[in-house]
């Protein structure tokens, strides 16, 4: 091995090593919102294990959907002095006064899977994935696939406030912005969770000739579609195909009801928010690299031809 080589294998050593030690004695704050989703309880897990594979102390708080709950817990961390902060902000608006105080104790935060409306010095990145985009996506799947007979869709929304819900919106009536035929009849909160949705599928059926005048059901979030699913079916219609189902997150149990023919299409989110979290974190943290504002995550379609029972089989015991 000749001398440039060691060196720069000492150097190469010497860096993971520091790296290592300095997550190692990290102990970072998370806030998470709950537990209303399956993708929501794979956020949880996965960010617990990437903590233990690089010995951060994660000291976890669960805010049972309440943003009071998360200010009080991002208040204790801030007296228990964690070097760093991660939170999955439940809606958009009310931060800036919580934030303002993290960024006084000089303890960085990382805001998680959702935005906030505050200015952005208050908080050091977002891991998120493109909202708008993600319902844009699904909009234009169905754009294509009704062509341009008539369909009245029903949309099952996210927590009222939060930026999923506001900006999936947004995304999938941009894409269906310009083709007439494709109404959005009836819209209303399910809150991300599978009885509200439901719930609330049940509503639509009833309002809506028992179903017969429903062309495609729009979830903001797949656990919201599953609940909605076993409605269609309680209504005697068949999902799928009577009325067409697409939703956001790319969970086990989508691919579950997509393999049996009862959903169409989901748009994938990752439950991996704390890896690059962590990575931006730890880079931050030992030299004060600033991190990207915004780090995006991917936003990729599944369909029927993506070999549905193959990704529910990969997926199942990932935490979801
Ligand atoms: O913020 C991400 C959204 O929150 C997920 O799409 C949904 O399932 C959830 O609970």
Redesign the pocket.
Known sequence: MNRIFKLALCAGVATLVSTAAMAAGMTVGFSQ?GS?????AA?TSVTKQEAEKRGITLKFADAQQKQENQIKAIRGFIAQGVDAILV?PVVATGWEEVLGEAKEAEIPVVLL??GVEAPQDLYLTSV??D?VKEGRVAGEWLVKTVGDKPCKVVELQ??VG???AINRKKGFEEAISGHSNITIARSQTGD?TRAKGKEVMEGFLKAENGGKDICAMYA????MAVGGIQAIKDAGLKPGKDILVVS??A?PDIFAAMAAGEANATVE?TPNMAGPAFDALEAFKKDGKQPEKFIITESKLYTPADNPQGEYEARKGLGY
């Open positions: 919102i209303e989703s399956g993708w929501r956020e999955a899977d959702r998120a994935s909202q996210g927590t939060s930026t999923p991300f903001h979030n797949d656990d956001i997150d969970v989110l």
